[in-house]
């Protein structure tokens, strides 16, 4: 069965940083298009991040560019998100999915599976 567990988060001051891994299994990632999300309190599901199978290219928020990066472990089988100069809008659930087929989009109904999420709060 194709499972995804996130894994990393955590309470961090801000201007601190986090890595967020997305362990997969049932699939390979490397075959496969990975997105996070975040879900903050009151506040719908938005699109993070994703990194695309067809060319491995990466994509970005315009709230996070510049200051999260994600990457793909093959040995692994692991997507991670480096999260660094983090502020506390970035508190949020964060979740990584994979969507039926092997394509990137910012829409969460395109994610067939979906991890348990990771709570991030970023708070002195």
């Known amino acids: 069965q194709v499972q995804l567990v996130e894994s990393g988060g955590g309470l961090v001051q801000p201007g601190g940083s986090l890595r967020l891994s997305c362990a997969a299994s049932g699939f390979t990632v490397d075959y496969y298009s990975i997105g996070w999300f975040r879900q903050a309190p009151g506040k719908g599901r938005e699109v993070v991040s994703c990194?695309?199978?067809?060319?491995?290219?990466?994509y970005y928020a315009a709230s996070v560019k510049g200051r999260f990066t994600i990457s793909r472990d093959s040995a692994k089988n692991t997507v991670y998100l480096q999260m660094s100069s983090l502020n506390p809008e970035d508190t949020a659930v964060y979740y990584c999915a994979a969507p039926a087929d092997y394509g990137c989009y910012a829409e969460e109904y395109e994610y067939d599976y979906w991890g348990q999420g990771t709570q991030v709060t970023v708070s002195s």
């Open positions: 990194i695309s199978f067809s060319d491995g290219s990466t």
